[in-house]
């Protein structure tokens, strides 16, 4: 049955996409190694045929040629993408400190040589962190009292607590990126969006798209406005769509 929904919504899809504001134009097909997806100029694997599998390329995408920084890299699903849009001109930085997300980041960039792998926490200074193991695989994080997007806890303070290496956004462009120009960064880091972007001052100057996903809730409540507060200072112009991802890009 699976399948019969999944052609069904991707036969549909293009038509809700073509008047949505939510998302460019999009064409959705099985293709090698499972379903793709094809918007604004670009094809990439996706997990299946669903609009939240668009949540980092609903207004924009990475272009061939680009520098592209992937912050809180997981299990190198965005990683991979990102490095087929870039080509084999354009570069992907994926910034990754959990020993078992960093396992996999591995294998992925020893196959694509336009992936670097940086093993690293981003913060809003040169540190030592506690990190602390997630409820689920993706919920890991150096934010204890951070809280997911239907307010459940991040951190399963019951299990071992990691000690990881952390350093600004601004030092690792540098030393990783040579300080050039970055086309698209993306974040997605469990609660702390905040201490990520104040360690990014000057690469944010020299940013022109972001998505960050801000669904997580400090203090009660969601990171997204205080994020699009950020970004606006730094003179982009951000939206925060319904998921709570804060996508924001400067004019040009």
Not at 27 to 34: K, S, T
Not at 48 to 54: A, G, I, Q, S
Not at 161 to 188: E, I, S
């Amino acid at each position: 049955m699976k399948p019969l929904l999944h052609l069904g919504y991707a036969l549909l899809f293009p038509l809700y996409s073509l008047f949505s504001r939510r998302i460019g134009f999009c064409i959705f097909w099985p293709g090698p190694g499972g379903w793709w997806a094809y918007t604004r100029g670009k094809s990439f694997p996706v997990r299946m045929p669903r609009v939240w599998v668009l949540e980092y390329f609903r207004h924009f995408v990475a272009k061939s040629g680009d520098l592209v920084l992937d912050v809180g890299g997981e299990l190198g699903f965005e990683t991979e993408q990102f490095s087929g849009m870039v080509g084999p001109k354009g570069r992907v930085i994926v910034f990754e400190c959990f020993p078992e997300h960093i396992a996999r980041l591995k294998a992925i960039a020893a196959k694509r040589p336009n992936v670097t792998l940086v093993e690293r926490a981003c913060w809003d200074r040169p540190t030592t962190l506690e990190f602390f193991v997630g409820h689920t695989p993706g919920s890991n994080t150096a934010v204890p009292e951070a809280r997911g997007q239907v307010g459940q806890a991040l951190a399963d303070t019951s299990q071992r607590m990691l000690t990881v290496q952390a350093d600004t956004l601004d030092n690792l462009w540098k030393q990783h990126g040579n300080g050039q120009p970055v086309a698209f960064l993306k974040m997605d880091i469990e609660g702390a969006e905040y201490e990520a972007l104040d360690g990014a001052k000057e690469l944010l100057r020299n940013t022109r798209k972001v998505v960050i996903a801000a669904y997580h809730l400090r203090d009660g409540v969601r990171t997204a406005d205080k994020v699009a507060d950020r970004l606006r200072a730094a003179g982009f112009n951000p939206r925060i769509d319904e998921n709570h991802h804060v996508y924001a890009s400067r004019d040009e």
